[in-house]
């Protein structure tokens, strides 16, 4: 019989050659109670690579290499297809965050302390707005997906209640939040408290240039994504409230042919160009 770790830490990395050697580096390999699986998914360079070298130096850390992209559809494979069972805890990591030194024990040490809380949230430790972050997080009980944990109970219902993040979703950390603090019910069952905040962990996040035109199209990229998400979060909000998660699709762009003739961009010249944007690529996706 295998004797699962009390804790097991996930990275998501996708095309973070740049990154992955650090995230990796802020984490406590040497810890034989920490169990650690690194998912590159749909890279093209790399990340892979650089990851199975730390999995040849630490026999507690295994490699997963998927071929298809897509943070979520990561997310449920490897919890819901090949984890063989859930830890205690299971902490949250992606591949262009560094972790706060002694913040993985204490996310777990969070939910141990709180048997209300299906989830804990770690701070975000650096950028320009860190402290209305900071503020937004203590105030909402909210999560960012760079740095969280969940505990192995609450998956463990999910997985038995079908109830999976859809493929296509993005800002998995906004639907995780949100089923932590409905406890897999619909929005009537809402506690923020069920989302622990953890003052003793945080993350860094990669810094950003003004002169890099890197991070200008990384940027680009991102506003885009963000009215996705905006628009997504209508149709997740529209389910929840109704039906409950258990209704959530496999993708969400099943739901896009009724949705989107009625969907129209915010206002403002910046959320009406990138709106503009996520609604085209939206439609594309219904064609195939």
Known sequence: MTILAPICVIVLAHNEEARIAA????????????????????????????????????????????????????????????????????????????????????????????????????????????????????????????LYALRGSFLARMKAASIRLPDDVVGDDG???????????????????????????????????????LSWRMQFRRMINYSVRHFQNVLITQLMRAKGPSQLPRQLSVLYADALPKMRPRGGLVHMLFDRLALARMARSIRG
Not at 89 to 108: Q, T
Not at 120 to 144: D, I, S, T, W
Not at 184 to 196: G, I, K, S
């Open 175 to 213: 639907l995780v939040c949100a089923l932590a603090k409905t406890d897999l019910a619909d929005e009537l069952c809402w506690d923020d408290q069920r989302v622990a905040v953890c003052e003793t962990a945080g993350f860094f996040c990669a810094p950003v240039s003004v002169w890099s035109p």
């Open 23 to 146: 995230c990796l580096r802020s984490l406590p390999l040497a810890d034989e109670d920490i169990a650690f699986h690194v998912v590159v998914n749909g890279s093209t360079d790399a990340t892979a690579r650089i990851a199975q070298g730390f999995a040849d130096r630490h026999h507690n850390l295994k490699l997963h290499v998927l071929e298809r992209g897509g943070k979520a559809r990561s997310w449920n494979r490897l919890l819901f297809n090949e984890l063989p069972d859930f830890h205690t805890v299971h902490v949250f990591v992606d591949g262009d965050a560094e972790v706060a030194a002694g913040s993985i024990r204490a996310l777990a040490a969070s939910l141990v302390a709180d048997s209300q809380a299906n989830a804990a949230a770690a701070l975000p430790m650096n950028g320009r707005k860190v402290a209305a972050y900071q503020k937004q997080l203590r105030q909402e009980h909210g999560l960012f997906g760079d």
